[in-house]
């Protein structure tokens, strides 16, 4: 039965069911200041700054803040909209 299950009992389902977009925007805000905070090389140049887009060059990345954010955002929706599913996919 799903109730002896401890993720079942540790994790109020109905909670992410209600506030899916306020948990996204955390998980959002945590992960992307966690990515600043460790400055990637991809990202940041040498001196701290940030990359410029393109390709073919040491000083450019294909990967740019704005679409690492794009990325990350989607990201944290969807998993939290498993999340939110998961009672009715486990039965």
């Known amino acids: 039965m799903l109730k002896k299950n401890p993720m079942y009992i540790i994790m109020d389902y109905r909670f992410f069911q209600n506030n899916i977009v306020a948990i996204a925007i955390s998980i959002f805000i945590t992960s ?13 140049n040498k001196d701290g700054s940030l990359r410029e887009f393109g390709i073919g060059f040491k000083k450019k990345t294909v990967v740019p803040v704005w679409l690492l954010s794009i990325m990350l955002g989607i990201l944290s929706y969807y998993s939290i909209l498993h999340l939110a599913a998961m009672p009715k996919l486990l039965l």
């Open 32 to 44: 992307y200041t966690f990515i600043v905070m460790i400055k990637p090389h991809f990202l940041y």
